[in-house]
């Protein structure tokens, strides 16, 4: 009996050790820039496969303080992607819960918590898919005094402050609706904007010193000539980014990721998964001819680290 009882100890120690097998280390920081040691890092992303069959694998990331960054699970098929599936919490520096999000096929879909350092709930709600992009939809919204502002069909007015930015403006059926007045008391910049069903139609931010710069989107994708649908088609969502071309070699996929400056110049290449070498050759030399555009937050171009492209080859 006691063999036995031995004997089942092993096999439960032997399938968690199987179920938390390491599949890989990254070492970030927090511009999405992969540096060499945990030392470099700001956070650590740990990839654990989860079951025997190895179909999903879970991402752990954690502050280069120990505590928790982030939580969730991709399937393994998606990886190098993390393409997120399920509940992803997302965490505070000091460890206290951020957000608890939904995912379904790497997009924002369903169920959402947003939570104050304290603990208190900022909003509570889901989101909704149109087209490419998901929308925020809010059930219970919190202001400064921690009331609840809005009423049984969505409907209410907000004005909050957080992290010295306050916001001011009016929701209709769960979605941000109407005008829009955004203070930065750090950088003393205001922004006016105008929603309708959650979609930004316009928006206008004006400095300290007078100057003003107008924007169509809060943040875009980079994106090249020909393909100007890329700006805001992933928006919200951490699916890779691709094309299709025809092939005389072989059906399959190839991924790069590089790094595009605020000018649009590319650098950094590195390949994530290989077909052949004339497929993986073609496919960075489509890459290199583009005329790329760079991503902007709010009217400001930004550099994007890592950005992974793919391309998808089909037989004539």
């Known amino acids: 009996m006691r063999k036995l ?16 097998q390491l599949y890989s280390t990254t070492y970030l920081k927090f ?9 470099l890092a700001d956070y650590t992303r740990y990839i654990y496969y989860t079951d025997s069959t190895k179909k999903k694998v879970k991402i752990i990331e954690k502050y280069k303080n120990g505590n928790l960054k982030q939580t969730g699970e991709v399937s393994e098929a998606s990886l190098p992607f993390p393409n997120y599936i399920g509940v992803v919490n997302n965490y505070y520096d000091d460890g206290t819960l951020k957000s608890e999000l939904t995912y379904y096929r790497g997009s924002l879909k369903g169920p959402a918590t947003y939570y104050a350092k304290n603990g208190s709930v900022l909003s ?10 998901s929308y925020f939809k809010a059930h219970q919204l919190y202001n400064t005094k921690n009331e609840n502002i809005l009423d049984q ?7 909050t402050e957080q992290n010295f930015t306050t916001y001011h403006g009016a929701y209709k059926n769960g979605f941000k609706d109407g005008k829009w007045k955004i203070v930065d008391k750090r950088y003393k910049n205001e922004y006016d904007e105008v ?11 004006t400095d300290v010193n007078g100057n003003k710069r107008t924007y169509d989107y809060i943040q875009t994708y980079p994106y090249f000539d020909g393909a100007q649908n890329m700006k805001d ?15 005389n070699d072989l059906e399959g996929a190839v991924a790069y990721s590089f790094d595009i400056d605020k000018y649009g110049r590319l650098s950094n290449f590195k390949l994530l998964k290989s077909l052949s070498e004339y497929s993986d050759k073609k496919a960075l030399d489509y890459i290199k001819r583009q005329k790329w555009h760079p991503a902007s937050y709010m009217g400001i171009t930004t550099e994007t680290h890592g950005f ?8 004539d």
């Not at 509570?124 to 992009?133: A, I």
């Not at 929603?195 to 931010?205: A, P, Q, R």
């Not at 992974?308 to 037989?315: E, K, L, V």
Request: net charge positive.
């Open 233 to 247: 088609f992933g928006e919200n969502s951490w699916e890779p980014i691709s094309v299709i071309m025809k092939s």
């Open 153 to 159: 069909y969505g409907n209410g007015i907000l004005y």
């Open 308 to 315: 992974i492209f793919t391309i998808s080859y089909r037989a």
């Open 5 to 20: 009882y031995i004997l089942i100890i092993l096999i439960i120690f032997c399938l968690k050790t199987h179920g938390q």
């Open 195 to 205: 929603y309708k069903n959650g979609k930004l139609k316009g928006g206008s931010c």
């Open 124 to 133: 509570k709600g889901e989101y909704v898919n149109h087209y490419t992009k």
């Open 31 to 39: 511009n999405n820039i992969e540096v060499d040691s945990a030392n």
